[in-house]
Structure formats: structure tokens, C-alpha cells
């Protein structure tokens, strides 16, 4: 029963925990199944330890089901390169006559209190995982979605916002306002670059995304000023505990 709750854990601690039971016959596929839980749901907020945990779990089991789904969880890994991929999304949202671009929806008031976020599921098939499909996710047309994810800092720090959007966008860091685009299109990567300064700590990232007609899709990424890997953010999709 201890195994199966903790497999529904996103914490790295739990994989400590889980691996010391891997080599107990007593318990071993239950351990197993359960860090495979645990690998998955690290995936999207820190992929490089997922993708650890995933070889450790790859080369200790006997089972060759766990062994192909922890060789799938590396393979995902290998795709997501340097984007964020631990998000939770939130809407369609919409209004009779109002342009979705301009009005706020319950997402961006502070005191909302109807608003409902759920984990934004990454794609296990194609070569662009990182690009987000909220048509898929959330559903609609000429609708806005917003995502929401957290960045953590050691220190304070110049960075760059590189994203790309179908359609509209606007970016608000640790509630500002630092970027805004009404305009239509496919998802570019890299179309829009923000400078941005990281707090020491946790910093709140919200996207506005809205949509016309046809796909709607978004990918994210922070970078270093130059375009370079940023190295060191911790990211989650849940807001921290303060």
C-alpha cells in the first residue's frame, strides 16, 4: 500500500526510498511499478533525474515490461532538450462578443476564486514534445488558455524568455505584465526572445494563449541572455510551499 501511494509522487526523495527495496524479492515488482510511477511524474519537472532514475530502474529490474517503459522514459527525455515541460494549464475561456486577447479571464485576477488548473499531459509520441497542444488538452475555438509553472533560482539572474505561440500571447513574471502579441500564426520556436531578470527563489511564470481557428499550440523555454542553456532552474508545474 506504501509502494502504490508513493507512486503517485513527483518528489525525487521517494525514488531514495523506493530503490532500496528493488533488491527485496519480498516486494520488488511492487517497488518496481512504483518508481516507474514515480520516474514518470519527475519527467516533466526535473527530466534529467527521471532520466537517471529511469536507467538505474532499466538495469536493476528482471521484468522486461519495466525495462521497456523505463527505456521509453529515456527515450522521451532525450527529445525535450532545454524547454520547459512542467506545466498546468487552465481553461477554454471565453466571453459573447469579447476578443479573448484583450479581456482578462479568471486567471489573471489575483483574488479569482473559480478558477481550476490540471497537469498539461506530455506527449509520448513524435519528436516535439515540447510543443504543447491545448487544442488537444483543453478544447475549443477562438478561446483563450492559460499555463502556469514555477522557476526556481539560486540567485538573482539575467535571463531570456525564448517561446513561440499559436496565436496570441501574453507572459506575466512574478505577476507583470512582460510581454503581450495579438498576433496569429503557426507555434515558432524561439519567435519571441524577453529579456527577463530570475528572483533569487521561486518565480511565477503565467502564459496567456489564445486561439482562432485551427491548431493551438505553445513551447517555452529560458535561456540564457545570449540564447545559451540556462543551467540550475528548478522547475514545477504546482505552486511551492511558502
Known amino acids: 500500500m506504501v509502494l502504490a501511494c508513493l507512486a503517485k509522487s513527483p518528489d525525487r526523495g521517494a525514488i531514495e526510498i523506493v530503490e532500496s527495496l528493488l533488491a527485496d524479492n519480498n516486494v520488488r515488482a511492487e517497488a518496481e511499478l512504483s518508481m516507474l510511477g514515480i520516474i514518470r511524474n519527475m519527467t516533466g519537472p526535473v527530466p534529467d533525474e527521471a532520466k537517471t532514475a529511469a536507467q538505474t530502474l532499466r538495469a536493476k529490474s528482471k521484468n522486461e515490461t519495466i ?16 524547454y520547459i515541460m512542467a506545466w498546468q494549464v487552465s481553461g477554454p475561456y471565453s466571453k459573447p462578443f469579447a476578443d479573448t486577447f484583450e479581456t482578462a479571464f479568471g486567471p489573471e485576477e489575483a483574488d479569482a476564486d473559480d478558477v481550476s488548473w490540471k497537469t ?34 539560486d540567485a538573482e539572474q539575467a535571463a531570456r524568455l525564448d517561446f513561440g505561440t499559436d496565436d496570441g500571447n501574453k507572459v506575466w ?7 503581450a502579441n495579438g498576433a496569429g500564426g503557426p507555434a515558432v520556436p524561439g519567435e519571441h526572445k524577453v529579456p527577463v531578470i530570475l528572483q533569487k527563489g521561486w518565480n511565477a511564470l503565467l502564459l496567456k494563449v489564445t486561439q482562432d ?26 505552486e511551492p510551499i511558502k
Open 67 to 82: 525495462k521497456k517503459e523505463a527505456a521509453a522514459v529515456i527515450r522521451l527525455v532525450d527529445k525535450f532538450e532545454d
Open 120 to 153: 498539461l499531459a506530455i506527449r509520448k509520441t513524435g519528436n516535439r514534445p515540447w510543443m504543447f497542444d491545448l487544442r488537444a488538452a483543453i478544447g475549443g475555438q477562438r478561446k483563450a488558455g492559460y499555463a502556469r509553472t514555477w522557476v526556481h533560482c
Open 173 to 179: 513574471l512574478n505577476g507583470k505584465l512582460v510581454h
Open 213 to 238: 481557428t485551427g491548431t493551438w499550440q505553445f513551447c517555452f523555454a529560458i535561456r540564457e541572455p545570449d540564447g545559451g542553456k540556462l543551467e540550475g532552474l528548478g522547475i514545477r508545474a504546482s
